[in-house]
């Protein structure tokens, strides 16, 4: 069955400063990967995602994440950080549509804060 | 309007009571999920359902039933609600068509047994 670990519960990091929030899984096969994120009080919202193709992807708000098949990460990174950018994010990881159950299991999620 | 609707935003009930949270939506998206969000824990898998005819238990289905009404609502029901089964629960979409395979969310439904 698939997993996904995000070994940080907080990450604090100045404004204007690069940002790491860190999401590791484990998958039968190829993953699909995802990132979402939750300001209070919302739903999720979709960030970007990792089907195939390029290792760097690009999303909202400034957002991109890599991929890394032998260390089986994903991070969400950002080279400014916003104080707007303070919320939960979370990791998710779908397995191959052909391969798997498609089912989409969720990290614990980690709360970034951006420090003016 | 949202493209998913979750129903009610807020409910208050006493244990033992039986309760439902309501999902719809306007995507046209043939695959409906339920999670639980509790803090330190992420998102747990309640049940999915990939169409009208295809229920599936996630990791934590004890204490739960769904009901796919049509491909556009996917229900929740609690039958005898307990107080760990207060938590913020969210509807989700996905489609297995048109290589999108991320899942869009309602607003979260608030439940507290008490």
């Known amino acids: 069955a698939q997993s996904v670990a995000q070994p940080e519960d907080q990450v604090n990091v100045a404004e204007g400063n690069p940002l790491t929030v860190k999401c590791t899984y484990s998958?039968?096969?190829?993953?699909?990967l995802f990132w979402y994120v939750q300001y209070p009080n919302r739903g999720l919202q979709f960030l970007l995602k990792?089907?195939?193709?390029?290792?760097l992807v690009k999303g909202s708000y400034g957002f991109e994440a890599e991929f890394n098949k032998s260390q089986t990460s994903f991070h969400l990174k950002k080279p400014s950080a916003l104080v707007s950018d303070s919320a939960l994010y979370f990791c998710?990881?779908?397995?191959?549509?052909?391969?798997?159950?498609?089912?989409?299991?969720f990290g614990q999620g980690t709360r970034l804060t951006i420090n003016p | 309007d949202a493209d998913v609707t979750q129903t009610p935003r807020n409910r208050i009930t006493k244990t033992g009571k039986r309760i439902m949270l309501e999902c719809s939506q306007t995507?046209?998206?043939?695959?409906m999920y339920w999670y639980r969000q509790d803090p330190g824990l992420g998102l747990r898998l309640i049940y999915y359902?990939?169409?009208?005819?295809?229920?599936n238990k996630g990791e934590i289905s004890d204490g739960y039933s769904v009901s796919r009404q049509a491909q556009a609502k996917f229900s929740l029901s609690l039958e005898s609600a307990i107080p760990n089964q207060t938590a913020l629960y969210f509807c989700?979409?996905?489609?297995?068509?048109?290589?999108?395979?991320?899942?869009?969310f309602g607003q979260g439904t608030r439940l507290t047994v008490v």
């Open positions: 990792y089907i195939t193709g390029d290792n």
């Open positions: 989700a979409t996905s489609d297995s068509r048109g290589g999108r395979p991320e899942a869009f």
């Open positions: 359902s990939f169409d009208v005819k295809d229920i």
């Open positions: 995507k046209g998206h043939d695959r």
């Open positions: 998958v039968s096969g190829n993953p699909y």
């Open positions: 998710a990881v779908r397995d191959h549509p052909i391969q798997g159950a498609q089912k989409l299991v």
